[in-house]
């Protein structure tokens, strides 16, 4: 066998202004060829080429690339992408089968179905009854184009992620068996109405923990090949957003069935997924007296990890006001005071307009503080699994105001990860508060705080929904209108049990 292998992956927030352009995969890296095999190691791609070895296949590494969450993607940006991948495919033929590591949810400008659009490109090459497994994240919106285009789709399974290495092994042995046994996975697949708030979506307890039971207790079933669900990435402002299962099985009545079932507990539990914040002013006041710490605030309406622009004022600025007297961590994304600080120099005194440039919630904060690093950015973040996830903030300075320290950059940060301030010379453990721009993932890797704060802040990512100006989702979608609009939808998937 010869089997190709591709990562494409960015997570798109259609309300931050920044567009995701080519430069914002490339500062994240960007390999195209036998350098994937030695130099890209995330999790689905090392899983691919293990299982891929372990069977003795060659392997045909077309390209591998991933940006940071971020605004919608230029047009060029998503042509370019195709036209990497699908000529690096043509240099690979013949072939004998195709994995791809993509996200699901990324949004270009004019394709609001990028991954569709890509997977769409590859069919043509190799044609209708070519096997292509793809991986997805949890958050990945599905929808026709996409399973059109591809024979299996696999989704992670855990939130946190911490199981992309496991995903990208099912997908691998899946293609296998595929091949080998000459299997048509038939599809049961239900598209739901609704967007939920990632803060209370832990596959590790409450209602997302019980709807993955089900779709674990569906692999004991000798009729299914494999079952995702995707409660799909909510700011996305798109016709085809919505929360999906998706079932393939070798028995197209056994796939739906679980499809529906499955579909319907989750229409059941939307309402356990609402999320209880702390007003801001508690919230820093809870912080900053807490016997312990440190103290996580998770200021998942302005996460990166979302999406979101990452540099909201607003926490900043009410830490300043209550003057809190204890050491505190916190990120802010500005290019330009980044490069002011930089030109500024260690050690100097700066008075600037920090933040407020993007996120439409806040304003520029009036600041005087001393810049006390400076970096390029460059970084390492060591994620679950083994796997290693190059990043590159740009240029990237520390600004210390009296006990709080800001760690500003030109490009995002990992919203969830403890390497952003280690890398500047901090020590989240050693501070009373550590902000983090995440509304969930970051739970993996603080598993040392003393105690989490969810703060009631505005922002791009807000897990209250009704303050973003949502103008695409078709309607009637939950939790925007009532229940009674729904009638006609829970009739359906009655019947398709």
């Known amino acids: 066998m010869k089997i190709a292998i591709a990562q494409i992956k960015q997570e798109t927030n259609t309300f931050n202004p920044i567009k995701t352009t080519m430069n914002t995969f490339l500062n994240s890296g960007f390999e195209r060829g036998q350098e994937i095999l030695s130099k890209f190691n995330t999790n689905e791609l090392?899983?691919?080429?293990?299982?891929?070895?372990?069977?003795?296949?060659?392997?045909?590494?077309?390209?591998a690339t991933h940006a940071q969450s971020g605004g919608v993607a230029t047009y060029g940006t998503i042509e370019g992408m195709a036209e990497h991948l699908t000529d690096s495919l043509k240099e690979e033929l013949p072939i004998d089968g195709i994995l791809l590591a993509l996200h699901g949810a990324m949004v270009a400008e004019r394709v609001s179905d990028a991954e569709g659009y890509l997977l769409e490109r590859v069919r043509k090459i190799v044609g209708p009854e070519f096997p292509i497994v793809v991986t997805f994240d949890l958050h990945a919106?599905?929808?026709?184009?996409?399973?059109?285009?591809?024979?299996?789709?696999?989704?992670?399974?855990?939130?946190?992620?911490?199981?992309?290495?496991?995903?990208?092994?099912?997908?691998?042995?899946?293609?296998?068996?595929?091949?080998?046994?000459?299997?048509?996975?038939?599809?049961?697949?239900?598209?739901?109405?609704?967007i939920l708030p990632?803060?209370?979506?832990?596959?590790?307890?409450?209602?997302?923990?019980?709807?993955?039971?089900?779709i674990h207790s569906s692999d004991q079933d000798e009729n299914i090949l494999c079952s995702s669900l995707f409660p799909v990435q909510p700011w996305l402002d798109?016709?085809?957003?919505?929360?999906?299962?998706?079932?393939?099985?070798?028995?197209?009545?056994?796939?739906?069935?679980?499809a529906s079932r499955i579909a319907e507990e989750l229409w059941n539990k939307k309402d356990e997924?609402?999320?209880?914040?702390t007003p801001l002013e508690k919230a820093i006041d809870e912080a900053s007296s807490h016997v312990s710490k440190p103290v996580v605030i998770a200021d998942s309406a302005d996460s990166t990890n979302s999406g979101?622009?990452?540099?909201?004022?607003?926490?900043?600025?009410?830490?300043?006001?209550?003057?809190?007297?204890?050491?505190?961590?916190?990120?802010?994304?500005?290019?330009?005071?980044?490069?002011?600080?930089a030109e500024t120099g260690v050690g100097r005194q700066v008075s600037l307009e920090l933040g407020g440039k993007r996120d439409i919630f806040s304003r520029p904060l009036k600041v005087e503080g001393k810049v006390r690093t400076i970096f390029d950015g460059q970084y390492v973040v060591s994620g679950h699994g083994g796997q290693s996830v190059p990043w590159n903030t740009g240029i990237t300075v520390v600004l210390e105001i009296k006990n709080i320290k800001i760690v500003i950059t030109?490009?995002?940060?990992s919203g969830s990860h403890p390497a952003v301030y280690r890398t500047a010379g901090l020590e989240p453990k050693e501070a009373q508060i550590v902000v983090v721009k995440s509304p969930r993932g970051f739970r993996a890797d603080y598993s040392f705080a003393a105690k989490v704060i969810i703060p009631e802040t505005p922002g791009l990512a807000t897990p209250d929904f009704k303050q973003?100006?949502?103008?695409?989702?078709?309607?009637?979608?939950?939790?925007?209108?009532?229940?009674?609009?729904?009638?006609?939808?829970?009739?359906?998937l009655g019947k398709s049990q």
């Open 46 to 63: 090392r899983a691919f080429i293990t299982i891929l070895r372990k069977a003795g296949a060659e392997i045909a590494p077309l390209m």
């Open 141 to 194: 919106c599905i929808t026709d184009r996409k399973i059109n285009n591809s024979t299996a789709i696999v989704g992670y399974r855990t939130a946190p992620h911490i199981d992309l290495y496991e995903t990208g092994e099912r997908a691998a042995k899946l293609l296998s068996r595929i091949m080998k046994e000459r299997i048509r996975p038939q599809v049961g697949f239900i598209k739901l109405p609704i």
């Open 198 to 214: 990632p803060e209370n979506a832990s596959t590790e307890e409450g209602p997302l923990k019980q709807l993955f039971d089900l």
């Open 238 to 258: 798109i016709q085809e957003s919505g929360s999906s299962v998706l079932i393939y099985g070798l028995d197209k009545t056994a796939a739906q069935r679980w």
């Open 273 to 277: 997924f609402r999320v209880v914040r």
């Open 308 to 341: 979101a622009p990452g540099d909201s004022t607003i926490l900043l600025s009410e830490m300043l006001r209550q003057k809190i007297q204890c050491e505190a961590l916190i990120t802010m994304v500005d290019p330009h005071v980044a490069k002011l600080c």
């Open 410 to 413: 030109e490009f995002p940060s």
């Open 468 to 492: 973003l100006p949502y103008k695409n989702l078709p309607r009637p979608f939950y939790p925007f209108d009532g229940e009674e609009k729904f009638q006609n939808l829970m009739k359906e």
